[in-house]
């Protein structure tokens, strides 16, 4: 069965850090490039970083250029997003897409101010 599952999730105060990950089964994710979205209450889900088949390629969107980073372990079937200087904005669910339109369930970030 394909399935990507993210973890990590939480509430953090702003400024502080969390690191998500991506966990997917039933494909081999190194096949694949893997991205982040986020939707925050009443609004549209949108683009927060990708990551090609092999890391050689990594873009991010700019509101979180500089304080996330985005990457990949295709041995273990994953790929994380660390997130450093958390603010209130980030406040999410976090989602993991196989590009283009296979997605995990997500996992809620809050940030407090």
């Known amino acids: 069965q394909v399935k990507l599952v993210e973890s990590g999730g939480g509430a953090v105060q702003s400024g502080g850090s969390l690191t998500l990950t991506c966990t997917a089964s039933g494909f081999n994710m190194g096949s694949y490039t893997m991205n982040w979205y986020r939707q925050a209450p009443g609004q549209e889900r949108e683009y927060v970083a990708e990551i090609s088949l092999g890391g050689g390629i990594i873009e991010y969107a700019d509101s979180v250029k500089g304080r996330f980073t985005i990457s990949r372990d295709n041995a273990k079937n994953q790929v994380y997003l660390q997130m450093n200087n958390l603010k209130p904005e980030d406040t999410a669910i976090y989602f993991c897409?196989?590009?283009?339109?296979?997605w995990g369930p997500g996992t809620q970030v809050t940030v407090s101010p």
């Open positions: 897409n196989r590009a283009p339109d296979f």
